[in-house]
């Protein structure tokens, strides 16, 4: 996921399950934490966190709530994630979509612990977000 205006940038990754296969209490969500990876970079100075603060069923949520917006079906969308550490939200802004974007850095020993970046997506930059989230969806599937 990458998302740009002017001054600043945040790419995100999804890189893996927080815990390995197997591993977690199967009545509860543990195994179905998502590690996500950020670059963030604000006027030049470049920050690399990584954060387990999305969940598989969230990620599925996200995507779908996306494409509802593209699809002109809603005017807005806003994550409710379970932990607040990252959170996006986008409405329709004439040819394209006004996307504000949050994410917690939990290991910044000075300066701002959070980026925050609000930009402008066109209607090819939402597909592209949209084909790369369908396939983190494919890649990280909810496990048992």
Not at 40 to 54: H, M, Q, R
Not at 72 to 86: K, L, N, Q, V, W
Not at 126 to 141: Q, V
């Amino acid at each position: 996921m990458f998302f740009q205006n002017e001054a600043s940038s945040l790419k995100l990754d999804v890189v893996s399950y927080e815990l390995p296969e197997g591993v977690g209490d199967p009545e509860s969500d543990d195994r179905n934490w998502l590690t996500l990876r950020a670059t963030w970079n604000d006027d030049g100075e470049i920050v690399k966190d990584s954060n387990a603060c999305l969940l598989t069923y969230e990620l599925q949520e996200l995507t779908a709530g996306l494409k509802v917006l593209n699809a002109g079906i809603r005017d807005a969308y806003e994550s409710e994630f379970t932990e607040p550490y990252f959170s996006l939200s986008a409405r329709a802004d004439g040819d394209g979509f006004a996307v504000s974007v949050a994410f917690y850095l939990p290991n910044i020993m000075s300066g701002e612990d959070t980026a925050e970046l609000t930009c402008f997506m066109d209607k090819a930059q939402m597909r592209t977000l949209l084909d790369e989230l369908t396939a983190l969806c494919a890649k990280f599937p909810d496990r048992p």
